[in-house]
């Protein structure tokens, strides 16, 4: 660690928790952080600032401006822009933190680049809205051996959770399935800020405990927040499940390559299609759609506007359609407009 180093992280170096020798290892650290939303930008922000060496950023959406209220990485020009969350996460940590090496990933996690988008990280933080890209990350976790930190937030209601594969419960340990029935969502149920940083709080705290060498220090239990009502538990976690498909049977089903269906996103009244890779010239489609509505692009991404549905076409074929939560609707769309 030079000189500037020493200046920049004076006052977490002044933390004994950390030390000179923990900000060390957190500036050798690579952390991958999946789902830049609202607990995903805190976690990219806050890890940035803390000198985490590297940061693996991967997320499938673009910038709106309801985010901005809660998603505290982001700009108004980043909304204006629609760039992917992302891409405008990895400009942001340049400018907060130039020694930090952010890679900005505009995908979907999947089996097929879970292994290489995730594959050098030494902690994974969850920032996602889904069950099925957790129990990804869950399988991909526990499989090599990496610790990540689940986390969600809706209304003023949070929890997280670490899961430490060798030491602690893993999430279908906790959650052997997807809950059942209708969930709330930020979109259908609202959200605050506060609770979104709080958990994200949580989360970074864990994450620093371990990257920062001190691994033994992450307590294995489940925090539930509400800010509104003012409620904070904390559930010492239960040992693995011996039953576990898991971390117990060493089954990782989500692993397994198979085609993805559309798929209905987060109560937002929209469909993301990503049946298969197919690379997509947007310059090209730009100017084969401009004659039928409104086209706005850049070098991420292509929407196109055709009331009452907006189409956002990324490069590598992936899309959302927006205004329609019928998958054969989305996929008809897909059709006429992208081939």
């Known amino acids: 660690m030079d000189a500037a180093e020493r200046q920049r992280y004076s006052r977490q170096i002044l933390f004994p928790g950390i030390g000179e020798r923990g900000q060390e290892a957190l500036l050798r650290s690579h952390a991958a952080v999946v789902g830049c939303g609202a607990l995903g930008s805190f976690h990219v922000s806050a890890l940035a600032r803390a000198g985490v060496g590297a940061l693996t950023i991967v997320d499938r959406d673009y910038v709106e401006p309801s985010n901005l209220h809660r998603q505290w990485l982001f700009e108004e020009s980043d909304a204006a822009e629609s ?15 130039s020694t930090v090496h952010a890679r900005g990933v505009v995908a979907d996690l999947t089996p097929a680049n879970v292994a290489e988008l995730l594959g050098g990280a030494d902690l994974i933080l969850d920032g996602t809205d889904n069950f099925e890209t957790r129990y990804l990350i869950n399988d991909f976790a526990v499989s090599r051996g990496v610790p990540w930190i689940y986390g969600a937030a809706v209304g003023s209601y949070g929890l997280t959770m670490p899961v430490i594969p060798g030491r602690t419960a893993c ?18 149920a609202g959200v605050l800020n506060a609770i979104v940083s709080a958990v994200a709080s949580l989360q970074v705290a864990d994450a620093l405990k371990i990257l920062s060498g001190h691994p033994d220090l ?42 993805r269906p559309p798929a209905t ?30 086209v706005r692009a850049n070098e991420f991404a292509l929407r196109f506007f055709t009331a ?3 189409m956002t076409v990324f490069p590598d074929g992936r899309a959302i359609i927006k205004g329609t939560s019928d998958t054969g609707v989305a996929r008809s769309l897909y059709a006429r407009y992208v081939g």
């Open 83 to 97: 760039l992917p969350k992302a891409a405008a996460a990895e400009r942001h940590v340049a400018r907060i933190n």
């Open 171 to 188: 999430l279908r340990c906790i959650y052997p399935d997807p809950p059942s029935g209708v969930q709330p969502t930020c979109e259908t």
């Open 218 to 259: 992450v307590r294995a239990r489940l925090t539930t927040i509400d800010v509104w009502d003012g409620g904070i538990r904390q559930i010492e976690g239960p040992p693995g499940d011996p039953e576990c498909p898991t971390c117990a049977r060493r089954e990782f089903p989500y692993l397994e390559e198979s085609p």
């Open 265 to 294: 996103l987060c109560g937002r009244n929209a469909v993301q299609i990503h049946e298969r890779e197919r690379p997509i010239d947007l310059v090209a489609l730009k100017a084969r759609l401009e004659p039928l509505g409104e």
């Open 308 to 310: 009452p549905y907006e």
